[in-house]
């Protein structure tokens, strides 16, 4: 059996594509700002804001459990309005051997669609797929739309 895993998922969004990918693109670090109750901070380890090959170190919650996460942006594609990073350290590691987000913003008469992809690899069979973080993105991506709709 296989260990490799992908999970997919997408929310509707009142915040247009663009202005969405904005955000995550040249302001990460507001992503706390909009949904404080889901993550804590995102800080800038190494690069600059919005760089490919920049590091960046989340501090969230997941199950009700504080959890970390240290990424670095793989890609980035303003046309698309998607963006990838990669798990290099934190706890996700601790139980798949890498973890891979994609994340796009496909636009939809005055809104948009928030796009997820997890791909990753189970260290073993008996680790559960994140579904539960899969919902938690989403969560995020809501958040970070009503953030942008006030003006943010």
């Not at 663009?18 to 901070?41: I, N, W």
């Amino acid at each position: 059996m296989s260990l490799q895993r992908k999970l997919e998922g997408d929310i509707e969004i009142e915040a247009s594509a663009s202005k969405f990918h904005e955000l995550l693109h040249k302001r990460l670090h507001h992503v706390p700002k909009a949904s404080g109750d889901k993550v804590q901070s995102c800080e800038l380890h190494e690069g600059d804001w919005g760089k490919v090959g920049s590091i960046v170190y989340w501090n969230y919650f997941l199950d009700g459990k504080a959890k970390v996460g240290k990424h670095v942006i793989e890609a980035i594609d303003e046309e698309k309005n998607l963006m990838k990073f990669k798990e290099i350290e934190g706890d996700l590691l601790k139980i798949y051997k890498s973890f891979n987000y994609t994340i796009q913003a496909i636009p939809k008469g005055k809104g948009s669609v928030v796009h997820w992809t997890m791909e990753y690899e189970k260290l073993h069979e008996n680790i559960p797929d994140s579904h539960s973080l899969l919902e938690l993105c989403l969560a995020i991506a809501k958040d970070i739309s009503d953030h942008i709709q006030k003006g943010n």
